[in-house]
């Protein structure tokens, strides 16, 4: 089959970014809207299925639309930002390496900032068995090893477009 166009019910250019790298073939813009659904969910699921469900009401007929959420969850901090992440604090990149100082074990999130690609958490998140950071890792590790790639890979498999 040919390629896909969808639209991404989100404002952060990145996100689309990210999906385009990792959907080969596919054509990922932004919806167009001023506004999105806010994040009102009790989960990542909750709150991609209404913006999903929110893009279908500005979409052509017969297009495709994606919603998407995410966050990074750090149990030093109980699991905040979590739900909250795109607007828990103006940096949150800062806001994560002040609350951590001082914190001993979490072996998930470095205490300084590392690496250039990526955005948003990526340069303070190694992934499990990693000591670079996601930023430090790249953009090519990250089409291939990220949530967003593993849900790019599912979305694939289940609609046998690629």
Not at 8 to 27: D, H, I, M, V
Request: glycine share 14%; charged share 30%.
């Amino acid at each position: 089959m040919g390629g896909v166009t969808a639209r991404l019910a989100s404002q952060n250019s990145n996100k689309a970014r990210e999906l385009a790298r990792a959907l080969p073939g596919w054509r990922i813009e932004l919806l167009e809207s001023d506004r999105m659904p806010p994040e009102e969910g009790s989960s990542y699921y909750e709150n991609a299925l209404a913006k999903a469900r929110f893009g279908r009401t500005k979409a052509e007929p017969g297009e495709w639309t994606l919603g998407e959420d995410s966050g990074v969850e750090v149990a030093g901090l109980g699991g905040a930002p979590g739900l909250h992440s795109a607007r828990w604090a103006e940096d949150g990149v800062a806001q994560v390496l002040e609350e951590l100082r001082g914190v001993e074990g979490e072996g998930r999130i470095v205490h300084e900032r590392r690496g250039t690609e990526g955005f948003g958490y990526d340069p303070i998140f190694a992934p499990g068995g990693e000591e670079r950071t996601v930023a430090e890792l790249g953009n090519e590790w990250k089409a291939e090893n990220s949530h967003r790639a593993r849900a790019a890979r599912a979305l694939l498999a289940a609609t046998g477009y690629c």
